[in-house]
């Protein structure tokens, strides 16, 4: 009986001492390595916001890759392409905004997908937003 108490005791002291118990997704973890692709942001507008139908809207992007470069980046507006920046100093850069203009039209909710690519054709993750169009308010009666 007390062999069978020791070799519990064994099991469970191993089965413990391979247990990792430090939390995940601190700071700088993540629980999976990060790929090697590149990254876009929207810096303007930010998500969830209010624009009133009609508004030329200047969408503002950064992109970054540590890789090759950024070659350009593309700005898709209800799954439909609006527009895309090229950078201008060389084909690629390591990290470029582009300022890229909408016209906000159509009222209710609308979907404003970014996407970089690289001079290969890899692409980032796509960064994705949602903008509400509200109509332009009519002026009051004189």
């Not at 020791?6 to 191993?14: D, G, Q, T």
């Not at 601190?26 to 990060?34: A, H, I, L, V």
């Not at 209010?50 to 200047?58: E, H, P």
């Not at 970014?114 to 109509?135: C, N, W």
């Amino acid at each position: 009986m007390l062999k069978r108490v020791w070799l519990l005791m064994i099991v469970a002291l191993l089965a413990l001492s391979g247990c990792n118990l430090r939390q995940a997704n601190g700071p700088t973890d993540t629980p999976f390595p990060t790929p090697d692709i590149p990254r876009i942001r929207f810096t303007f507008p930010e998500n969830n916001s209010t624009v009133v139908d009609g508004t030329d809207l200047a969408v503002e992007l950064v992109a970054e890759d540590s890789g090759t470069g950024i070659a350009k980046v593309q700005l898709v507006v209800d799954d439909v392409l609006q527009g895309e920046g090229k950078p201008e100093v060389a084909p690629s850069v390591p990290a470029f905004s582009a300022k890229i203009h909408w016209m906000a039209k159509g009222i209710g909710l609308h979907s404003l997908t970014a996407i970089a690519f690289r001079e290969d054709g890899k692409t980032s993750a796509p960064a994705t937003m949602v903008l509400l169009i509200i109509p332009r308010p009519t002026a009051a009666p004189s």
